[in-house]
């Protein structure tokens, strides 16, 4: 058998072939390599957060029993890792009249009754937490939740008249 040769299939086999060749040929190719370097920057203030998660509640004082009567209240504050950061505490709404912010006495009232008490920055009850930044609670931030402790204390045998006695302490947090 004799297989008849198509001139028009030979041609355009040929020139597919060289089409699907010149296309290998044309890719582009990389003989060389050229670097840089991107810089990318920030700057990370201090930040800080607080909430003030306990309030001080004394239990009910007796001017007679001869003792200081001791309460506590808390505060939480998250800063920046590495941030400096200070809680003061100011003086309340009615301070004894011998109180200063590095030094405070502070009063409860009840209208005309006075029943001073203290806010202290330690458990020994012996470091007054005042308004300034030398009486105030220093701290370095750790990026996490940090919890503060206000101690309180009422001193023993104040004359006072009966009935319920509040103050107002405004906590401030400087960063």
């Not at 890719?27 to 800080?48: F, I, W």
């Not at 239990?59 to 506590?72: F, K, V």
């Not at 998250?78 to 590095?102: D, E, K």
């Not at 806010?119 to 931030?141: E, I």
Request: aromatic share 8%.
């Amino acid at each position: 058998m004799k297989t008849k040769l198509n001139q028009s299939k030979l041609k355009l086999a040929i020139v597919s072939a060289i089409v699907a060749g010149s296309m290998g040929l044309s890719a582009t190719s990389y003989a060389a390599v050229a670097t840089g370097t991107m810089t990318v920057s920030t700057s990370v203030a201090v930040s800080c957060a607080m909430s003030v998660t306990g309030n001080i509640a004394f239990s009910a004082y007796d001017q007679t029993a001869g003792e200081d009567l001791q309460s506590t209240g808390t505060m939480t504050s998250t800063c920046t890792s590495g941030g400096a950061a200070v809680i003061t505490m100011s003086q309340g709404t009615s301070p004894h009249a011998s109180s200063t912010a590095a030094s405070p006495v502070r009063q409860m009232t009840n209208g005309a009754g006075k029943l001073k008490y203290y806010l202290y920055g330690d458990s020994g009850y012996s470091t007054a937490w005042g308004d300034t930044s030398g009486t105030g609670k220093s701290f370095t931030g750790t990026g996490s939740l940090q919890t503060f402790t206000a101690y309180a204390e009422i001193t023993a045998e104040q004359a006072v008249i009966s009935g319920t006695y509040n103050d107002s302490v405004a906590v401030t947090l400087t960063y």
